[in-house]
């Protein structure tokens, strides 16, 4: 049974496991590299896990089979005042042999709900890459909007990729 929550603090090696795994896997999905994230201190990962564990603004989600982890998801609302009315859905993870399983539907649906409890704020934004169909008709089946495209939006060698900016009002 595939169990969705928060990652724990002391979870480190299986969030560092899950992230290098999704940069490697689909770096088109990040804004960060592998490289740049293995060359991280560990220190640096392990204090932004405690932050999100902790903070009432953040949250980073993991689906797990049993000890495993096999999907991300997280949750961070805008610091400034002006923008403190929004949060933004990031590191979005589901390996390979578990998807088409509803994984990323869990995820979602505990990341809306975990931002619902987030005093004042009005609406969750991300990005998703314009090629990804998948995510995007998970993100427009629970009511995520997209309102542009950012055109070249990363960039990886001499590829580039589009991504569509979607929200949602809560």
């Avoid at 993100?139 to 900016?165: C, M, P, Q, V």
Wanted: contains cysteine; proline residues 4%; charged residues 25%.
């Amino acid at each position: 049974m595939v169990e969705i929550r928060a990652f724990l603090p002391t979870e480190i090696e299986a969030y560092t496991k899950i992230r290098l795994r999704a940069l490697t896997e689909n770096p088109e999905a990040f804004l960060t590299t592998a490289e740049d994230f293995q060359n991280r201190p560990k220190s640096t990962t392990i204090a932004r896990l405690k932050r999100n564990y902790e903070s009432p603004n953040e949250c980073m989600l993991g689906a797990f089979d049993g000890d495993e982890p096999i999907g991300m998801m997280g949750v961070i609302r805008a610091g400034a005042e002006k923008i403190h009315h929004i949060a933004g859905v990031i590191a979005v993870f589901v390996a390979p042999e578990y998807r088409g399983q509803q994984i990323g539907g869990r995820l979602l649906d505990a990341a809306i709900a975990y931002a619902r409890t987030m005093e004042g704020l009005e609406q969750l934004r991300l990005g998703v890459v314009t090629t990804n169909q998948t995510a995007i008709n998970l993100y427009r089946s629970r009511g995520f909007e997209i309102y542009g495209t950012e055109i070249n939006a990363l960039k990886a060698g001499d590829t580039y990729w589009d991504e569509h900016l979607m929200w949602l009002r809560l």
